[in-house]
């Protein structure tokens, strides 16, 4: 199983990003996608989440309102359109895949229950 995480760049804030994350070796639609980020010297963050075939989505506090994340079943693809872009979304963002998970309770929102990890893509928000 292999991510590839792509579309991160330096963007000013109240700009847009879409992140891809493209995904082979397992169909999107079967499990459990997360975004995640993380800054140097602080933990992985969840950012959002979707569920199977896209039927639910979930999103961190920070972000509701301002990012959404999305698939595409033919393109085994997850997106992230980031809108509203703060200095504080600046972060690598990693993409994962949770061969267990639901959407179920809160543990989607642990990065130790995802079994695949992208090789992260970097957000740089400039004030």
């Known amino acids: 199983v292999q991510l590839q995480a792509s579309g991160g760049g330096l963007v000013q804030a109240g700009g847009s990003l879409r992140l891809s994350c493209a995904v082979s070796g397992r169909a999107v639609s079967s499990y459990v996608m997360g975004w995640f980020r993380q800054v140097p010297g602080k933990a992985r963050e969840f950012v959002a989440a979707i569920g199977y075939s896209g039927s639910s989505t979930r999103y961190a506090d920070s972000v509701l309102g301002r990012f959404t994340i999305s698939s595409d079943n033919a393109k085994n693809t997850v997106y992230l359109q980031m809108n509203s872009l703060k200095p504080e979304d600046t972060a690598v963002y990693y993409c994962?895949?949770?061969?267990?998970?639901?959407?179920?309770?809160?543990?989607?929102?642990?990065?130790?229950?995802?079994?695949?990890w992208g090789q992260g893509t970097q957000v740089t928000v400039s004030s």
């Open positions: 994962a895949l949770g061969i267990s998970l639901t959407l179920r309770g809160s543990h989607y929102q642990r990065s130790s229950e995802y079994d695949y």
